[in-house]
């Protein structure tokens, strides 16, 4: 069975700094997608990744499919960034499997 | 543009109440359509998706069911709650047959006491 793991579980940072998620998953994927869930729990998707790199204004996000590996980063991080962000990994069609998240929190 | 509408935001019931939760799509045909649980300090859980109308699958056996009486209507249910349903219950579609992105309803938290 698939695992994703990510790292950290816990992040602070402050204001402006640079920040790096990490997601390893085990088997091969037909996508990754990176979300981003709020305080209220609504989630939000950022990308969603089969090969290199995509780029969304502060957000960059990278996957390296030999290595099963994704990482996304944020770049001038601001206290509004502070959400919980999940790495999902597609095997098919249906069936996404979830990381437990990573708490970031930005300090003014 | 497309939208995914869920509904409550928020709920809480007692233990052998029953339980509905409604998730409905705008501005798409024929979409999978997901409900996910997510307990606390543990990631999301697919519970059922369906490909189409009346076509439902399960992914863990519960408490729950879920029915797909429109194409873009997507309906979480129970007929006797129990504690351990707690959690937030996130609805999401997809295009079909197409690997894509996601899009999440804003979610339900229910507690049941």
């Known amino acids: 069975k698939n695992e994703v793991e990510q790292s950290p579980q816990n992040l602070t940072a402050q204001e402006g700094e640079f920040i790096t998620i990490n997601c390893s998953y085990s088997v091969g994927i037909s996508a990754l997608h990176w979300l981003q869930q709020h305080p209220g729990g609504g989630i939000v998707s950022l990308f969603m990744?089969?090969?290199g790199k995509k780029k969304h204004g502060r957000l960059i996000a990278t996957i390296n499919i030999q290595e099963k590996h994704s990482s996304l980063h944020i770049t001038a991080s601001h206290p509004r960034d502070s959400a919980v962000y999940i790495c999902?990994?597609?095997?098919?069609?249906?069936?996404?499997?979830f990381g437990k998240g990573t708490k970031l929190t930005v300090n003014p | 543009s497309q939208t995914i509408h869920q509904w409550p935001a928020t709920l809480v019931q007692p233990v052998g109440s029953p339980l509905s939760l409604e998730c409905t799509v705008e501005?798409?045909?024929?979409?999978?359509l997901y409900w996910y649980r997510q307990a606390a300090g543990r990631g999301l859980q697919l519970l059922f998706y369906s490909v189409g109308i009346g076509q439902i699958s399960s992914e863990v056996p519960q408490n729950l069911s879920a029915s797909r009486p429109q194409d873009r209507q997507f309906i979480l249910s129970s007929k006797k709650l129990l504690l351990s349903d707690s959690g937030f219950y996130l609805c999401?579609?997809?295009?079909?047959?197409?690997?894509?992105?996601?899009?999440f309803g804003s979610g339900t938290r229910l507690t049941v006491v």
């Open positions: 501005g798409t045909s024929n979409p999978n």
């Open positions: 999902a990994v597609r095997l098919n069609p249906i069936e996404l499997v």
């Open positions: 999401a579609w997809s295009v079909r047959d197409r690997v894509g992105g996601y899009t």
């Open positions: 990744l089969s090969s």
